[in-house]
Structure formats: C-alpha cells, structure tokens
Nanobody
Framework: QVQLVESGGGLVQAGGSLRLSCAAS????????MGWFRQAPGKEREFIAA????????LYADSVKGRFTISRDSAKKSVYLQMNSLEPQDTAVYYC??????????????????WGQGTQVTVSS
C-alpha cells in the first residue's frame, strides 16, 4: 500500500501564488508517475499535470500551461505544484495521484492507482 499526504492549500487572492506538496510513503519502490488533479463543486475531476518520477518528463493541461509548474524530488518520493497567477476558476480541491505501473504520462484519472485526501485551494477575486 501507498499513502499520499498533500499540503499547501489555502486562500489566496487572484494573481497570487501557492505551492502544493505531496509526499508518498509505504511501498514506494514502484512509483513511476505522479500527477495532480482538481475537482470544483459540481464538476468532474480535471487533470492538471503529471511528471515521471525518474526522468522528469512532464505533461500539463492547457488551462494551466505557463502558470503552473510540476516538479519532483525522487529521493523523497514527493511531487510539487507551483501555482502562479491564480484565478478564481482555479478554486477546487486538488488531489495528488500516483501510478505504480507505467511511465506513460496521461490525463486519464483511471491510470492512477492511489490518491491523496485532497487539499482545498480557494482563489478570491
């Protein structure tokens, strides 16, 4: 089993920045890819970004490209999401996810095996 713990959410004004962190623990030897998703009230879960834990290849959703940056610390089995130029429509619960089977970067939530509990990000106008 793998456990994911997210941190770094909060309330910020439009145009501000936040940095989310996610640390994996437990059976972490088979982690290949980690990603971030978000879900706003009344909406489906949305892909944000993903990164290979070893090579560092990344994939972003068009809605956050140029504003958000995903990074990782392989030794710490951790992934980060630096969010700049935040907008009210970025308000959502943000979830960390990991894939223990493949290096393929994908926007599909079904590929990810484990999920964190989520952290709330609220952007005020």
């Amino acid at each position: 089993q793998v456990q994911l713990v997210e941190s770094g959410g909060g309330l910020v004004q439009a145009g501000g920045s936040l940095r989310l962190s996610c640390a994996a623990s437990g059976r972490t030897s088979s982690i290949y890819t980690m990603g971030w998703f978000r879900q706003a009230p009344g909406k489906e879960r949305e892909f944000i970004a993903a990164i290979n834990l070893s090579g560092g290849r990344t994939l972003y959703a068009d809605s956050v490209k140029g504003r958000f940056t995903i990074s990782r610390d392989s030794a710490k089995k951790s992934v980060y999401l630096q969010m700049n130029s935040l907008e009210p429509q970025d308000t959502a619960v943000y979830y960390c996810a990991l894939d223990t089977a493949t290096l393929t970067l994908t926007r599909s939530s079904s590929q990810y095996d484990y999920w964190g509990q989520g952290t709330q990000v609220t952007v005020s106008s």
